[in-house]
């Protein structure tokens, strides 16, 4: 399974406080959102982290924090706090910005929220991070339609396609991260696989 989460900020005290985390202290904070990684993410699956994993803490420390990580699978789409990791062998790719393929379409992953992405009029998703929403940000974009949010440039396929973007930070997500298939479950969105056979199963088939 491939899992997303965002915003980690472990290290980072003052994170507790302009985030309202329900923490003591910076220690409680890192073992429980590693601890929260490690309760849904196994050691196959596959780990996207975008962007901020720490804040203000050396690559050494980094290293062992994500060392208790169990997933072997880890891999960093770099946000504003980052460190440049290229050559450090900690996560297994280190990147800006992603696209992936998968069994519900692409998926477009980048720390920040972005206006329009690569086929968004097609109904790829969209992660982030960076906004420390909480779970009414998500919320509200799942309501919505893609014209409520893309003013110009491309027009949808479809004119009832939802607004396939989402939030992933722990913030956001009750400090857990999240799968693609609740992702997909959330925006209605069925595997490639399972659409196609729906499509069919309808289709009026000659005598």
Known sequence: MIFFTSDLHLGHANAIEFTSRPFSC???MNQTLIRNINDVVSAEDE???????SYKINK???RMLRGQISCKHVHLIYGNHDKDY???HIFQSVQHYKELKTDYGRVVLFHYPI???SAAHYGSIHLHGHIHSTGAYNEENLKKKF??????????????????IYDVGVDANNYF???LERIAELMHILPVKESVSAINTYVERPE
């Open 177 to 179: 991260p999240i799968s």
């Open 26 to 28: 910076v220690d409680e």
């Open 86 to 88: 290229s050559t450090d």
């Open 47 to 53: 780990l996207w982290i975008l962007g901020d994993f």
């Open 115 to 117: 206006l329009e992405w």
């Open 60 to 62: 050494e420390e980094v």
């Open 147 to 164: 014209e409520d949010r893309i003013s110009y440039g491309h027009k949808a396929k479809q004119d009832d396609l939802g607004l396939r």
